[in-house]
């Protein structure tokens, strides 16, 4: 078992809970070091290799940049800081959830004014920051949503969307009976959540990414264009005291021409250029482990 599918698998998972409901900060946080420093020395895992595409793209380095290896150090560091944070929170309560992440109040006034109109919500987001911590304390703040994730999520992935439904979301897969729910809750008023970043393995449509051809998902776009909702895209920064806030963009206007399959990548296109915006400015905070560019590995 290579270390991507170990810290995906719900004995890796379960061992970051543990970690994080068990030890002291002072302790936690060592062993993130730690550990990260063992990790990035393992530079052909599927892990650091993902990472390293991924930040050579973002930071728009030669993948055999020196550069690269602190880069990667990085995101395992604030990953690993990352999860211990999430799993301490959730020890301690709601309460202590919805106390580490700070959200902006334009996001209430967007959700309240597409309520108003009668008017769906599609949120989406890059893996920035803590996204989990984010997506948990968002939960608890009340809200029904409807995440989509992995169709056919690992052990570890699982093991987190059972966390996800316990916070009060509705977790669903990726499949047609998921779409069609949806879109019914979209048309209704309501809210659906996803990941815009993570890559779709077999998936030979491609979008343009940092200027490169990625296979991304693009059923968002379709989602709210077929509903008629608005669509935003949030993340998560750290701050300079440590803690995390969530962004918002201003609702991203979809153009409709008539022909679906160019309105879905042009739109596509568009909310994955604000997202680059986004990586560009905090790369280390970058928590996507799977390489978005899976061609970069074979050349």
Request: aromatic share 8%; glycine share 10%; net charge positive.
């Amino acid at each position: 078992m290579d270390l991507r599918t170990f810290f995906a698998s719900e004995r890796g998972t379960g061992l970051g809970i543990w970690v994080g409901r068990n030890m002291p900060a002072r302790v936690g946080l060592l062993l993130v070091r730690l550990t990260s420093a063992y990790i990035v020395k393992r530079r052909n895992s599927s892990l650091v290799r993902g990472i390293r595409v991924n930040q050579s793209v973002a930071r728009d380095l030669p993948l055999n940049s020196p550069e690269l290896d602190q880069a990667v150090l990085q995101v395992l560091r604030n990953a690993g800081r990352g999860y211990y944070e999430l799993y301490h929170r959730m020890g301690q309560g709601r309460e202590a959830m919805l106390e580490a992440i700070a959200f902006p109040p334009e996001l209430d006034t967007h959700l309240e004014s597409a309520q108003a109109r009668g008017q769906g919500t599609m949120i989406v987001g890059p893996h920035m920051g803590n996204f989990d911590l984010a997506l948990l304390a968002f939960g608890v703040r009340g809200l029904p949503i409807q995440a989509i994730t992995f169709a056919v999520p690992p052990g570890g992935y699982a093991l987190q969307n059972r966390i996800r439904a316990d916070a009060g979301y509705t977790i669903t897969p990726a499949d047609g009976p998921a779409v069609k729910m949806a879109l019914r809750r979209l048309r209704a008023g309501g809210i659906v959540a996803t990941g815009l970043d993570r890559p779709m393995p077999g998936e030979t449509r491609t979008v343009q990414f940092f200027g490169r051809p990625a296979p991304l998902p693009t059923g968002y776009v379709r989602l709210a264009l077929s509903a008629g909702a608005q669509l935003l895209v949030i993340w998560v920064e750290t701050t300079e005291e440590g803690a995390y806030r969530a962004r918002v963009t201003p609702p991203i206007e979809l153009v409709q021409t008539g022909n679906r399959r160019h309105d879905t990548v042009s739109n596509t296109e568009r909310v994955l250029a604000r997202a680059a915006q986004v990586i560009r400015a905090r790369p280390e905070e970058w928590m996507m482990f799977s390489p978005v560019w899976p061609q970069l590995l074979e050349d």
